[in-house]
């Protein structure tokens, strides 16, 4: 069970005490795409001590997490640490979680909680896919109506003080809220507060199709709100990265543009015809545009079509989630860094497709979107040059909500997000094989639950013991989950034990800014 | 919103007692199959009266049950029922729900909760699939090495008071505890407590195969064991019936019974030479003969394959698990009942297959196991004599545990375990819609969602609102969850509603017994 030599009370010494070393002070705004999360860690049996050091803050948040694992409740009312010397950094800026609070309302209370479990796992970005379609809860100042009447109900609105609460608890744990609006599809629930904003739709020239999710891009009053609006949410969203939105744009193209004399007739004008991406990529020029001006040094996430449209975004991050097998999946990832622009992946990270079985590694041998094996995914799997490698930032795990409410986000998402989080923090070399994964995903997991939070098991049968139990085996979990590195220079001596006092335990729950 | 000429204001009376008459005095004992759940629900505008009349308790449970689902929330703090005149008794008698504590260990509270919810949607049956392969929970007091070796840890066992707990919380409720020894396969854990228990297995005639799975029943002290603990397992658990499991033995027939020798040798010496079944068959015939005789009115249900290989076993109920298609499952349920047997249908209700979608009505056209259409499955449904349907007394939700345990239990199997529920217990001639099914489910599952269980969406993009909130549909709601009648004597007089007072309210959380 233990390591040669070590029993769970030979422990060689008693650390009393964490020192936590940053080069630069508290920073008194949030993290951005740039935040350094380098840290090392050192657990030293030699003189019981232990350090992080770490330029940014950042890096000591996720030095703190690493130490977390590193402590084992090794019997009843005694905990002890492994030692370690760790040098880490993530191999990929941009790891994120998609929530969907439009399908189904999330509690504020279940975001936070799970802006726990991200940070846990070390992802760094909480994309908040806020409204679509189906409901409009963001509380706007500029236009109360929009959630009045596009909310749900009353209660399922995110009012100014619950946006300014989540984005605090992520700061605190170096996540990131980049806010994503929709546009200019997925809108159906914006024209209930704002009416004219969308087109009409026609199933032929004199039949109504009542179903609007577009908007009217040929009116002079869309631009007018899209800028008050758009304005308002930058002051709200501290990130210098919002998402645009632009996917399946043309599920509504037909009805509601082709079909729309008026927007026919402005296209006629244009010279665009019937060729709908042209007046597409005018709203985007026109909207980023827009958005880049209104606040300095804001940059955009969009769904890929808008880029694989050709609009003119330099510095746009395109968001790829097309593709339904792995190898269309990495087709979509050269085609997008080929003409130049950064890249993040979701395709293969779709955990709203469930399937029975332990989808996290397993289900089939042919890697398809709906089968799972999120731990086989690479971001840059794709055949293409060091510098188009160099433009993939990473990817997000996105849970959309058709199915899933407060009632079963946590368990549906985790431990599933942790297979990802792995994948987009550590070294590739190290993280290949799932079967390797297994243990540390299992063991991780259990880690979980204990500090109380139901993430569903993801294995075969099996049981979380009490680490003290005799069959609790700590060889498994030598490596810890998100903590092997890129550098290769961790160095987990799990040959040695250190006792650990109830005062650094306590120290994890203190904040460091 | 509200049905002709009524508000939500508009009452037209209050109600301030529920009365509850029943035929017979409260039983000393548990429900047990031939209980009677047959009840008359009378809420009168006119005379401001609600009254419940059952035979038995059983039926003024269910009965409660239903004026629970009459009663709404339709302002804050104001409480009215919808006047009805119900007269209504389940279709089927055993309305089940199988919990499998063996893959992973559920806490007794989480088997508590889930009584409770089975209870609102009147399920009757619990199947406690207790032990397996994997562990061996059951606190024996006649061999307590079984859970204690057997069990994943002393932490993962089920004490001889929890399960006493379980089995008198059930009762309240009017469910019935069947519990589940599978035997002669799925025995691994058994023999962990019980050396010798176990057949000995080899990959060929001398290359021993470590995973022992199956009893061995050519031993005298295998058979002492048995009688043992057999004997204990019916004074502990009260309910008429036993589940003797009997599935899969096949998979362990070649390792562990054929190239055994001393199994070989003995089926050699009875004349059986390679034919398992007739070994198989002598082993069921030996222990029905002894778990029946050890008690009273013992019964057994076994699953299927025990009665397809012509068992002698008169009166035993066939669990149907088999058919991947409906027409494999109906062509199952038809040859059981063709062959005489009494039967229950799990074919279709295997809820441990997920997939995405709200596959309690829908999914795919071709209802197949792992696809869904709960909604869409009649144990009756096959071709058959009327002397063959009569046989079929119901069937079973399963849950199998490979990848659940407490934190994703409830989430998981409700409501789509209700869609089952409603083809249980209602006239099969009003339950044939999904689509109709559907407003149903919703109201039903936000009214668990407001008792306090985190029961899924099982919908596309939805929400639950207050019942006050303007946009809830009382139309919706007319026909409650599972209150639909076999006699098609529902009648809920729907324009006319009472105001309830808290007195009433309050009763609901009185013990009838």
């Given at each position: 069970m233990f390591p040669d030599g070590v029993t769970s009370s030979g422990a060689q010494g008693t650390l009393t005490n964490l020192s936590v070393q940053v080069g630069t002070s508290c920073p008194l705004g949030v993290p951005q795409m740039e935040m350094n999360e380098t840290y090392q860690l050192i657990v030293s049996p030699d003189n019981s001590q232990a350090v992080i050091t770490a330029q940014e803050v950042w890096g000591a948040l996720r030095g703190l997490e690493t130490f977390s694992h590193l402590v084992f409740n090794s019997a009843p009312n005694t905990y002890q640490v492994r030692s370690a010397n760790v040098v880490d950094h993530p191999r990929f800026p941009h790891r994120g979680i998609l929530l969907d609070t439009a399908r189904h309302f999330l509690p504020v209370g279940m975001i936070l909680r799970n802006l726990d479990l991200m940070a846990q796992n070390k992802f760094n970005v909480f994309h908040w896919h806020i409204v679509d379609t189906?409901?409009?809860?963001?509380?706007?100042?500029?236009?109360?109506?929009?959630?009045?009447?596009?909310?749900?109900?009353?209660?399922?609105?995110?009012?100014?003080?619950?946006?300014?609460?989540?984005?605090?608890?992520?700061?605190?744990?170096g996540i990131r809220v980049i806010v994503e609006f929709d546009t200019p599809g997925h809108m159906g629930s914006w024209g209930?507060?704002?009416?004219?904003?969308?087109?009409?739709?026609?199933?032929?020239?004199?039949?109504?199709?009542?179903?609007?999710?577009?908007?009217?891009?040929?009116?002079?009053?869309t631009w007018s709100f899209l800028t008050t609006l758009f304005n308002e949410i930058l002051s709200v969203f501290p990130d210098n990265y919002i998402h645009m939105g632009g996917d399946e744009v043309l599920e509504n193209v037909k009805t509601c543009w082709l079909n729309n004399p008026q927007v026919q007739n402005y296209m006629n004008q244009k010279g665009y015809g019937t060729d709908y991406t042209q007046l597409?990529?005018?709203?985007?020029?026109?909207?980023?545009?827009?958005?880049?001006?209104?606040?300095?040094?804001?940059?955009?996430?969009?769904?890929q079509e808008v880029l694989d449209n050709n609009v003119n975004a330099p510095g746009a991050i395109a968001h790829v989630w097309k593709g339904n097998t792995s190898t269309e999946m990495m087709e979509e990832m050269a085609n997008v860094t080929k003409a130049g622009h950064y890249a993040i992946l979701s395709s293969c990270w779709y955990l709203n497709y469930i399937k029975y079985g332990n989808d996290w590694g397993y289900i089939n041998n042919s890697w398809v979107r709906e089968r799972g094996m999120y731990y086989q995914c690479d971001p840059t799997g794709f055949d293409g040059t060091d510098q188009q490698k160099s433009l993939v930032l990473g990817g997000e795990a996105v849970m959309w909500a058709e199915f899933v409410d407060a009632t079963n986000l946590i368990p549906r998402l985790w431990p599933r997000a942790s297979a990802a989080?792995?994948?987009?923090?550590?070294?590739?070399?190290?993280?290949?094989?799932?079967?390797?994964?297994?243990?540390?995903?299992?063991?991780?997991r259990c880690r979980m639950l204990r500090r109380g939070y139901p993430v569903e098991p993801p294995n075969l049968p099996s049981y979380c013991p009490q680490p003290w139990d005799p069959d609790y085996d700590f060889d498994d979990v030598s490596n810890t989950m998100s903590t092997t590195t890129p550098s290769g220079a961790a160095a987990l001596v799990a040959s040695s034990l250190l006792s650990i006092s109830n005062a650094v335990i306590l120290f994890l729950a203190v904040r460091l800014c």
């Open positions: 189906e409901a409009f809860p963001y509380e706007s100042v500029a236009f109360p109506d929009l959630s009045k009447k596009g909310a749900y109900t009353p209660n399922h609105v995110y009012h100014q003080a619950d946006i300014k609460r989540v984005i605090a608890y992520a700061r605190l744990r209930l507060g704002q009416p004219g904003l969308l087109s009409d739709c026609f199933y032929d020239n004199k039949t109504v199709n009542p179903l609007k999710n577009i908007v009217d891009p040929t009116k002079n009053e597409e990529n005018e709203y985007f020029n026109k909207l980023l545009n827009m958005v880049q001006g209104a606040r300095n040094n804001t940059k955009v996430v969009v769904w989080g792995e994948r987009l923090w550590s070294d590739p070399a190290q993280t290949t094989s799932a079967d390797l994964a297994w243990p540390r995903l299992h063991e991780f």
